[in-house]
């Protein structure tokens, strides 16, 4: 539970980065990057529930096309579930979103595992 949690804080903090990027996604508070989180972590923890073959063999077979589109449906769903989380430029902005927040939610985590306030 704590690690969803800090799962859950984590990309709240990543979206609260990209908001101030020129990704066209727009976010008014924390407290909605808070909530943002919440949607984003449970919808990919959905992902999770799938058997690791399945999730490495489509990754491996799809050159990484299906995480992808997974990620900006999820990223896509969230905009439209909350209310003060938009996507300016819609598919575009969802696009990008999801790109940063990959990349920027890793080196968020790459960062917690090197001080050691998160073990592997």
Known sequence: MT???LSIIVTAISLLIISKLPTGV???????????????????GLWGLFPNWFRTGTALFSLG??????SIIVFGLTAWLVEGFRL??????AILG???????????FFILRQTGL???
């Not at 096309?65 to 997974?70: A, D, K």
């Not at 300016?88 to 902005?93: A, E, K, P, Q, V």
């Open 3 to 5: 690690a969803f949690i």
């Open 26 to 44: 727009e976010i008014d508070n924390p407290i909605i990057a808070l909530i943002a989180g919440g949607i984003i972590g449970a919808f990919s």
């Open 65 to 70: 096309l299906v995480p992808l589109i997974g």
């Open 88 to 93: 300016r430029w819609g598919f575009g902005s």
């Open 98 to 108: 999801a790109i940063a927040l990959a990349i920027i939610n890793s080196i968020l």
């Open 118 to 120: 998160v073990v592997v």
